[in-house]
């Protein structure tokens, strides 16, 4: 069975620009998180999809949004880059009504310069 | 204060040694505990959850929660260098929203 996929692995942009990331979940998994890792904040939870829906929501600006397609495939867009958007952005997926089980890709390396 | 703490280490054992790795946390609204591990470069890897005080055994992994001490804890026993590697805990109420410790750096030396 494949594992969550993630692209591009490694991005580098400029300040002000947007990125876009997506995220393949397992198959059959049907909610999708994301997440921010930095090394100052450690692993910090940004929103989950669950059938096309944003289901929950972390704290970080509007800048953050993402969206789920019918086949769960999700993307996560940035706007407006800083250079602390710098990070690993993780996607996770979760199997149907586990609370315990969320599966992650190897994430995207961003870069803002 | 952070909702999970874990203290950062990094902690260096010699092979086959007993390794505790701990969080404490303050929200006891958390009802589900998970252990991750993650490799350099990598994404964290799913190794151990429980939902109940207690513990739990796979392998040479043992994951132990007091909710009333509001403290959970990862043993390994009989460490190998391929152990090496950042320990995550992760917490949750309902849903998919994990909160995250800060991670344990574990480094077993041959």
């Known amino acids: 069975k494949a594992g969550v996929t993630q692209t591009p692995r490694y991005l580098i942009k400029t300040r002000g620009q947007q990125v876009t990331l997506s995220c393949s979940p397992i198959?059959?998994?049907?909610?999708v998180s994301w997440y921010q890792q930095t090394p100052g904040q450690g692993l910090q939870f940004l929103f989950e999809?669950?059938?096309?829906?944003?289901?929950n929501k972390g704290n970080f600006p509007g800048r953050f949004s993402g969206r789920q397609f019918s086949n769960s495939r999700s993307e996560m867009n940035v706007s407006t880059l800083e250079l602390g958007d710098s990070a690993l952005y993780l996607c996770?997926?979760?199997?149907?009504?586990?609370?315990?089980?969320?599966?992650f890709g190897q994430g995207t390396r961003l870069t803002v310069v | 204060q952070k909702e999970v703490e874990q203290d950062p280490g990094p902690l260096s054992v010699p092979e086959g040694a007993i390794v505790s790795l701990n969080c404490t946390y303050s929200n006891s609204a958390f009802q589900y505990f998970m252990w991750y591990r993650q490799y350099s470069r990598k994404g964290p890897e799913l190794l151990m959850y429980t939902y109940s005080s207690g513990n739990k055994e796979d392998g040479r992994f043992t994951a132990q929660v007091d909710k009333s001490s509001k403290y959970i804890s990862l043993f390994i026993r009989d460490s190998q260098p391929s152990d090496s590697a950042t320990y995550l805990c992760?917490?949750?109420?309902?849903?998919?929203?994990?909160?995250f410790g800060g991670g344990t750096r574990l480094m077993v030396k041959p």
């Open positions: 999809y669950f059938s096309e829906t944003q289901r």
């Open positions: 992760a917490l949750n109420n309902a849903g998919n929203m994990l909160t």
């Open positions: 198959s059959g998994h049907r909610s």
């Open positions: 996770a997926s979760s199997p149907p009504g586990s609370y315990t089980e969320a599966f």
